[in-house]
């Protein structure tokens, strides 16, 4: 279930937010504040952000900025709108903003399409390349199979779209498509019943889809392993499908990953290729894009002329087709009534926008501040201090790495 974080210091906002989203098949998660907002996202996966803009601490714009590196979609809402503050949020990756009072019909029409976006990703399966042709032919031979399949690729460039592919292409089709965050999960509470044999049984005759395993704790991994191996040969099966962002041969070489478990994921191997990888693909993208932005206003179409597609081929595109959804969308909306795009409102979308990280790096020395004194408080045992904060001693050791706590 794709999850949606409301973010306001007005308790009644949130939950009149969160009632007008109830017809949508979403988990709501509540914060008062970007650096509360900051916190939740750090410990769970979040899918989009609703945010209010003035709030204390930190503020949607802020928050905002610490949340562009992640590519997670965020919309802003303001009681006091003005222009200027409109165009700075599109700017800086907001993918719509909502004046008071706010319109719920669109509102929800407009979660509604991020979510479904963040799972097309632009049709990433489209594409006259050879790449893409190759992606499509090895989709279609595993489809029929059950041997475990891990996915490999940067971010952004479609992995869970490959995997859903699959799944839909298979004879389970019709049953479940169960979605394990590996980073973020707790390893004794992961399945309905707190099992991972009630994960399984979920996933029965359907895809259970390992996302990001290599972010996985040691105990997660043991814990997986254990279960694959009491996993019955006959009856019914589940497809297994992990995916990766990381070199995933170099995580074991280090010792980060087992061994062991990396045999048992990777009898089938797909890589899906960075987008700059396969420049014929963009123009189709694009185009796809393009055609999902006019259906919201109406029908109206909405074009680009050849300099428009030769900037975009261009471009470096580090967030791979994810990136390029943004682009597209955020020329639209700056653009207001012009229907007819060229090269330099291409890069105008793609500019980067130079960041204040003021609110990132104050938010992290307060976490290591707070860690630190947690840490000596147990005399540096880990395993105590992760106890003392109800956190597992796997989380703890990475935001210690991250922190330079080590």
């Known amino acids: 279930m794709r999850k949606i974080l409301i973010v306001d210091d ?21 914060a008062a504040n970007g650096a ?34 992640l590519h997670i979609p965020v919309i802003l809402h303001s009681g006091y709108p003005d222009i200027d503050t409109a165009v700075e949020a599109v700017k800086l990756g907001a993918i719509d903003f909502f004046p008071a009072p706010i319109d719920f019909v669109r509102l929800r029409a407009r979660v509604e399409h991020s979510l479904t976006a963040s799972t097309d990703i632009a049709d990433t399966l489209l594409g006259i390349s050879e790449q893409s042709q190759g992606l499509r032919n090895l989709i279609h031979a595993f489809a029929g199979r059950t041997e475990p399949i891990l996915i490999t690729g940067e971010t952004g460039v479609g992995k869970e779209v490959v995997a859903r592919s699959i799944h839909t292409q298979s004879g389970g089709s019709n049953n479940n498509f169960v979605v394990v965050q590996c980073g973020t999960v707790n390893n004794r509470s992961v399945g309905p019943d707190g099992t991972w044999q009630g994960l399984w049984a ?38 297994l499908i992990a995916t990766t962002r ?30 700059r990888d396969r420049v014929k693909d963009i ?50 909306v700056v653009g207001g009534e012009r229907r007819l795009f060229d090269d330099y409102d291409i890069k105008q979308a ?30 540096w045992n880990v395993s105590a201090t992760a106890r003392t904060l109800g956190k597992e001693r796997g989380w703890l050791r990475r935001r210690m790495e991250k922190l330079g706590l080590d």
């Open 283 to 332: 123009r189709g993208l694009a185009d796809a894009e393009l055609t999902r932005l006019s259906n919201e206003h109406g029908g109206v179409p909405l074009e680009l002329d050849e300099s428009g597609y030769h900037a975009l081929e261009h471009a470096a595109w580090d967030g791979n087709v994810r990136e390029l959804q943004t682009v597209i969308r955020r020329m639209v």
């Open 202 to 239: 979920q996933a029965t005759d359907g895809t259970l889809l390992l996302d990001e395993i290599s972010d996985s704790s040691h105990e997660f991994q043991t814990e997986l392993c254990r279960t694959i191996d009491t996993l019955p040969e006959t009856g019914p099966r589940t497809r």
């Open 36 to 69: 509360e907002a900051l916190e939740k996202i750090q410990a769970a996966r979040i899918d989009l952000v609703i945010s209010d803009v003035q709030m204390p601490r930190m503020n949607g714009i802020e928050l905002l900025r610490a949340l562009r590196e």
């Open 10 to 30: 007005i308790p009644g906002v949130r939950t009149q937010i969160a009632v007008e989203l109830r017809t949508l098949d979403v988990e709501i998660e509540e």
């Open 246 to 275: 990381k070199d995933i041969v170099a995580e074991v070489a280090g010792g980060s990953f087992r061994d062991d478990l990396w045999y048992r994921i990777s009898t089938l191997q797909i890589h899906v290729p960075r987008l």
């Open 350 to 379: 793609l500019r980067t926008i130079r960041i204040d990280e003021r609110p990132r790096t104050s938010y992290e020395r307060r976490e290591r501040d707070e860690l630190r004194r947690a840490l000596e408080d147990n005399d």
